[in-house]
T-cell receptor, first 122, second 119 residues
Framework: EAGVAQSPRYKIIEKRQSVAFWCNPISGHATLYWYQQILGQGPKLLIQFQNNGVVDDSQLPKDRFSAERLKGVDSTLKIQPAKLEDSAVYLC????????????????????FGPGTRLTVL | AQTVTQSQPEMSVQEAETVTLSCTYDTSESDYYLFWYKQPPSRQMILVIRQEAYKQQNATENRFSVNFQKAAKSFSLKISDSQLGDAAMYFCAYRSEGDSGGSNYKLTFGKGTLLTVNP
């Protein structure tokens, strides 16, 4: 089974530029997460999708960050315009469970992580 | 809101020895999950071990075991017979039980403990 795929692996941009990250979750996984991991800290959830709907985006800086999950599969996270403090690793994760009653074979609803994208804003 | 605290920024252990990483958390919930994740330099988060709060028995996975103290809100990870491949950043994470709508599945992470294994 293929894991969570992310691209690019590395990105260097200048402040005020735009950047986009792509994530392809594990096939059949209903829930997709984007986390931001700043150097020296643990990952912090930015946004959570269930199928193609947003479940939680309370910590997403909506003035500059946006995300979408087309057709409930792939997802794109965009930053426009980037700031120096956006330098971080952006991790995508997916988990199987969807609506209540679905995914009971996965009681822990484990999150599987991709390799991340390291963003450097100069 | 839940918080997770890892008070040891760095730890080191000799190969084949045992090391314990500490984690405390704060929550008002009674049902939840706790996890330890390993993040090597490749950046990929790998699940090491999980613990359900309703289970009194401590989880074990081969050389990895936890000491879960629910009343004290403590969740430490013990690595026995440490190997060079265990060197990584270790994160303690909390997750709510979740609800029928699928929300609250987010993980809340601590700041991590960098483990060095000396040959």
């Amino acid at each position: 089974e293929a894991g969570v795929a992310q691209s690019p692996r590395y990105k260097i941009i200048e402040k005020r530029q735009s950047v986009a990250f792509w994530c392809n979750p594990i096939s059949g996984h209903a829930t997709l997460y984007w986390y931001q991991q700043i150097l020296g800290q643990g990952p912090k959830l930015l946004i959570q999708f269930q199928n193609n709907g947003v479940v939680d985006d309370s910590q997403l800086p909506k003035d500059r960050f946006s995300a979408e999950r087309l057709k409930g599969v792939d997802s794109t996270l965009k930053i426009q315009p980037a700031k120096l403090e956006d330098s971080a690793v952006y991790l995508c994760a997916s988990s199987p469970r969807g609506l209540a009653g679905v995914g009971v074979a996965f009681p822990y609803n484990e999150q599987f992580f991709g390799p991340g994208t390291r963003l450097t804003v100069l | 809101a839940q918080t997770v605290t890892q008070s040891q920024p760095e730890m080191s252990v000799q190969e084949a020895e045992t090391v314990t990483l500490s984690c405390t958390y704060d929550t008002s919930e009674s049902d939840y999950y706790l996890f330890w994740y390993k993040q090597p330099p490749s950046r990929q988060m790998i699940l090491v071990i999980r613990q359900e709060a309703y289970k009194q028995q401590n989880a074990t996975e081969n050389r990895f075991s936890v000491n879960f103290q629910k009343a004290a809100k403590s969740f430490s990870l013990k690595i026995s017979d440490s190997q060079l491949g265990d060197a990584a950043m270790y994160f303690c994470a909390y997750r709510s039980e979740g609800d029928s709508g699928g929300s609250n599945y987010k993980l809340t992470f601590g700041k991590g403990t960098l483990l060095t294994v000396n040959p």
